[in-house]
Nanobody, 123 residues
Framework: QVQLVESGGGLVQAGGSLRLSCATS????????MGWFRQAPGKEREFVAA????????YNADSVKGRFTISRDNAKNTVYLQMNSLKPEDTAVYYC????????????????WGQGTQVTVSS
């Protein structure tokens, strides 16, 4: 069983930055694709960013392009989401997900999910 634990969320003013981390258990992390999704109150979960198993392919949602960057450190079994120029509309619970298929995809076709971390951006 793979466990994912997100951290790094919090309260930040608009224009500020946060870096989310997702620590993953298991010895096969380097073969997983990793994704970040978010869900705001009253809204459906939406794709934010994804990275394939090697880190060679990355995808961002249009809403975060130029502001958010996904990266991974296979030696630490961790994936990161650097969030800059945050906006109030970025407020949501952020979830990381792992896909054994190894392919970065914006679809929620991931096998394991974390419990989420709250990000709140004040105006």
């Amino acid at each position: 069983q793979v466990q994912l634990v997100e951290s790094g969320g919090g309260l930040v003013q608009a224009g500020g930055s946060l870096r989310l981390s997702c620590a993953t258990s298991g010895r096969t992390f380097r073969s997983y694709a990793m994704g970040w999704f978010r869900q705001a109150p009253g809204k459906e979960r939406e794709f934010v960013a994804a990275i394939n198993w090697s880190g060679g392919r990355r995808y961002n949602a249009d809403s975060v392009k130029g502001r958010f960057t996904i990266s991974r450190d296979n030696a630490k079994n961790t994936v990161y989401l650097q969030m800059n120029s945050l906006k109030p509309e970025d407020t949501a619970v952020y979830y990381c997900a792992a896909g054994i298929h190894g392919i970065a995809t914006p679809l929620p076709e991931y096998d394991y999910w974390g419990q989420g971390t709250q990000v709140t951006v004040s105006s």
